[in-house]
Each structure stands twice: as structure tokens, then as C-alpha cells.
């Protein structure tokens, strides 16, 4: 998405995302929800939704940059809820969390914004690359983010919703399109079509089930999505989990994003 790359020569001196999990995740999202001061830098171009790059502060040394997507701001949709696409966003960054991949950075409901409640994201300071420039190169997590768009039935994984850090780190955002009930899985991601999940990700998958069905995970998605939608994330957790489960085929031209960045 335009607006999270580096390369149009604006240094913001934002310090690089935490790694994954752990307590520096835990002290962003309470920053991203706590931090009196927000100011809105401009509008991020080339998004389908109000999209902001914000400024919080008082935050050491020049303020906490971050992506603000408003509830109010959210275009109209058919087959998603009106209102509720940054909740989603919330929802599959608590899921990401729990099963330690894949990396999405820090994001959360904050209440008192500019233009009303609404998804509030730490910004990734990235580079050019993306998913279709790279997919040669780190398969594991490429494998990763295509079994995360299975399980949260991702309607809108394009490549440039993948990005690189200068630490070479893959991250992952907008995913305000997810976690619908019915069947809406739309990514470029295809290339481990066929293939059965890997051994060493099944005990990730069987503690996110575990926590979604009896832990804090099911408190916090209860507060983000449908009933109905966590009943259905929780039958494709256990349907990944099956033996016999591959990865999906495309059925249609329908089965990739346009456009494909």
C-alpha cells in the first residue's frame, strides 16, 4: 500500500517494530490505545478505506507513528457489516498473537480518535518489496501467511499487503476483509496448492483452538466478531487440523485480488 514504504524519502525516525510477541507487543498496543496526543499526518493513498498516518505522543524521541482506519471511514460492502472492518483488523492481530505467526504489526481498538472510534495500527516503515518480487525467497513464512489467510478465510490477500523491514522481516496487513462465514478466500498466494500442513505447525494450531475455545482469545474475538463467525473460525482451525487437509486450489479468476498489488 502506498504510504508504508520508505522509498519516497521520508525519514520518519520511528523505531522498527518489535519482534514478534512478548512484552515490547504488550507495551505498543497499551501506547496505541493510552497515548493522549494524535495528530493525523495525512491520508494513506491507494487504500479503498479512510486510511491515516498518525502521530502519538508524548512518545520519545519524535512520536509513535501509527495507521488509524475509522470505523466511519470504512466503504460500504455488500457481504461484510458496515462498521465492523476494523474490528476484523483487531481480531486476526489477536489470532496472529497466539499462534506466533504471522508477524502483523500491533493493532487495536482505540476509542478517542479524530474521527471516531476505529483500528489503530503500528506503522511498519518499509521498503518496495512484496510478495510477488520475493516469493522465491523465505517459503516457511510465505507458507505461514497462506495458512493464516485459510483459517481467517482472508478475502483480499495482495501481494503489497506484504512488507519488509529493513531487517528483512515479513510483515502483514489489512485484514479487514476476514473471518466472513461464508467462503470468500481471495489471495495471490497459491503456490503451496496441494500440499498437507506441516507437522510443526499443528501444535500452534492446536493452541489457538484451545485458547479459542475455552480462553482468552474467545473473550477477546467475542468482543470482535459474530457468534456465528467464531463458530466458523474455530471449524476451520479444526478442518486444517484434519489429516487429510491440503491446501486449497484456486476455482476461478475470482480466487485472486485485482489488482494483484
Known amino acids: 500500500m502506498p504510504g508504508r514504504s520508505s522509498s519516497g524519502g521520508r525519514s520518519t525516525g520511528s523505531p522498527p517494530p518489535p519482534e514478534a510477541g512478548g512484552p515490547q507487543w504488550n507495551a505498543a498496543e497499551r501506547l496505541l490505545v493510552e497515548l493522549p496526543e494524535l495528530e493525523l499526518l495525512g491520508i494513506l493513498q491507494g487504500a479503498s ?10 512518545h520519545e524521541p519524535a512520536g509513535l507513528l501509527a495507521v488509524y482506519k475509522p470505523a466511519r471511514g470504512e466503504s460500504p460492502l455488500w457481504d461484510f457489516e458496515a462498521g465492523t472492518l476494523y474490528q476484523r483488523e483487531v481480531a486476526a492481530y489477536r489470532l496472529s498473537k497466539v499462534l506466533g505467526w504471522p508477524r502483523i504489526p500491533p493493532t487495536v ?25 520475493e516469493q522465491a525467497h523465505q517459503r516457511d513464512a510465505w507458507r505461514r501467511i497462506a495458512l493464516f489467510d485459510v483459517i481467517t478465510n482472508n478475502a483480499d490477500r495482495k501481494s503489497g499487503h506484504c512488507l519488509f523491514d ?37 501444535a500452534d494450531l ?8 475455552k ?3 474467545a473473550d477477546e474475538l467475542a468482543e470482535l466478531l459474530r457468534p456465528g463467525e467464531v463458530r466458523v473460525l474455530k471449524r476451520r482451525l479444526r478442518g486444517v487440523l484434519d489429516p487429510t487437509w491440503r491446501f486449497p486450489e484456486p476455482t476461478s479468476a475470482w480466487s485472486v485480488p485485482w489488482p494483484p498489488v
Not at 49 to 58: E, V
Not at 206 to 213: C, K, M
Open 206 to 213: 492446536e493452541r489457538a483452538l484451545i485458547d479459542l475455545e
Open 109 to 133: 481498538v482505540r476509542d478517542q480518535a479524530p474521527h471516531g472510534v476505529g483500528a489503530m495500527q503500528l506503522y511498519v516503515e518499509a521498503d518496495r518489496r512484496h510478495f510477488l518480487s
Open 49 to 58: 478505506n479512510y486510511t491515516f498516518l498518525a502521530q502519538l505522543g508524548p
Open 166 to 202: 529493513a531487517q528483512d522481516r515479513i510483515w502483514v496487513i489489512d485484514h479487514g476483509l476476514t473471518f466472513h462465514s461464508d467462503p470468500k478466500l481471495r489471495t495471490v498466494i497459491w503456490d503451496f496448492s496441494g500440499e498437507p500442513l506441516p507437522p510443526e505447525l499443528c
Open 215 to 217: 480462553g482468552t482469545l
